[in-house]
């Protein structure tokens, strides 16, 4: 690693560790001669050279007439410089140490605040295959029954290891799982083969679409995509709550799926 390079690491600009490292080889300059043997231009190494003695890194040498000169103060200061750095950051790790002391004592308050929001509704994005199946998972929690609104197949030809596991954790759990779907040419001609997971199912007539996966449970929506994949899940009791109604008013018109 060259020299310049050093100094640039140690927060030197190119131009500022070319001008430092043209004193220390060369002895006492004046700005003019600094200009050319650094090819910086002359307004700039002045303003270099006024840091440079600012930061105790050169100082003035001779001033005869209006030819002033500069000299480098010795290599020594580098190690005087790297110590200041090094005790500023020690002074600034300390002050943020003391702030985030302070930020943990003010987060049960911050934590109040938002609480104080009634109703407002949690939303939690879950992404790729992982994620997805840690959403489905969540369901299996619900001590309540779970309303789906989609069909099944999509969840079985992407993940079937997944599916046929909740299924069967589903029957362990004893849980009660209804499902609405939409009734296409091929299931009323009986040659869709139909995943249903041992699941209550009624279809709704020709024509109604429901595109994408819904899973109700207790005050949670979760919206799925299995061929993406990825699913959020929105807590508000006030939006699962009409989700189940419209459920329910479906499920009390639709004629029972044997």
């Given at each position: 690693?060259?020299?310049?390079q050093t100094l640039q690491?140690m927060g030197?600009?190119?131009?500022?560790?070319?001008?430092?490292l043209?004193?220390l080889?060369?002895g006492?300059m004046?700005?003019?001669?600094?200009?050319?043997?650094?090819k910086v231009q002359?307004?700039?190494?002045?303003d270099?050279?006024?840091d440079l003695v600012k930061?105790?890194?050169?100082?003035?040498?001779?001033a005869e007439?209006?030819?002033?000169?500069?000299?480098?103060?010795?290599p020594?200061?580098?190690?005087d410089?790297?110590?200041?750095?090094?005790?500023?950051?020690?002074?600034?790790k300390?002050?943020?140490?003391?702030?985030?002391?302070?930020?943990k004592?003010?987060?049960?308050?911050?934590?109040?605040?938002?609480?104080?929001?009634?109703g407002k509704?949690?939303?939690?994005?879950?992404?790729?295959?992982?994620?997805?199946?840690?959403a489905?998972?969540l369901?299996?929690t619900?001590k309540q029954?779970?309303?789906?609104y989609g069909?099944l197949?999509p969840w079985?030809r992407?993940?079937?290891?997944?599916?046929?596991w909740?299924?069967e954790?589903?029957?362990k759990?004893?849980?009660e799982?209804?499902r609405?779907?939409q009734k296409?040419?091929?299931?009323?001609?009986?040659?869709?083969?139909?995943i249903?997971?041992?699941?209550?199912?009624?279809?709704l007539?020709?024509?109604?679409t429901l595109?994408?996966?819904v899973?109700v449970?207790g005050?949670n929506?979760l919206?799925?995509s299995f061929q993406?994949?990825?699913?959020t899940?929105?807590?508000?009791?006030?939006?699962?709550g009409?989700?189940?109604?419209i459920?329910?008013?479906?499920?009390?018109?639709?004629?029972?799926t044997?």
């Amino acid at each position: 690693m060259s020299f310049s390079q050093t100094l640039q690491k140690m927060g030197f600009s190119d131009k500022k560790s070319l001008i430092y490292l043209a004193l220390l080889q060369n002895g006492e300059m004046s700005a003019s001669e600094i200009a050319k043997e650094t090819k910086v231009q002359r307004t700039t190494v002045y303003d270099i050279l006024d840091d440079l003695v600012k930061n105790g890194f050169a100082a003035i040498g001779s001033a005869e007439g209006k030819r002033k000169t500069f000299v480098a103060e010795g290599p020594e200061k580098l190690i005087d410089f790297i110590g200041d750095k090094a005790e500023e950051v020690a002074r600034q790790k300390k002050i943020l140490d003391e702030k985030q002391e302070e930020l943990k004592e003010l987060i049960p308050q911050l934590r109040g605040l938002s609480d104080e929001v009634v109703g407002k509704p949690s939303v939690h994005f879950y992404d790729g295959a992982k994620g997805l199946v840690e959403a489905l998972n969540l369901c299996l929690t619900s001590k309540q029954p779970l309303m789906i609104y989609g069909s099944l197949e999509p969840w079985n030809r992407w993940m079937p290891d997944h599916f046929q596991w909740f299924s069967e954790e589903a029957t362990k759990r004893h849980m009660e799982i209804r499902r609405i779907d939409q009734k296409t040419i091929n299931k009323l001609r009986g040659e869709d083969v139909e995943i249903d997971g041992g699941w209550p199912i009624r279809l709704l007539p020709v024509g109604f679409t429901l595109p994408g996966f819904v899973l109700v449970y207790g005050d949670n929506v979760l919206k799925a995509s299995f061929q993406r994949p990825m699913a959020t899940i929105i807590q508000d009791k006030e939006l699962a709550g009409s989700q189940k109604t419209i459920f329910e008013l479906f499920w009390q018109f639709l004629r029972e799926t044997s």
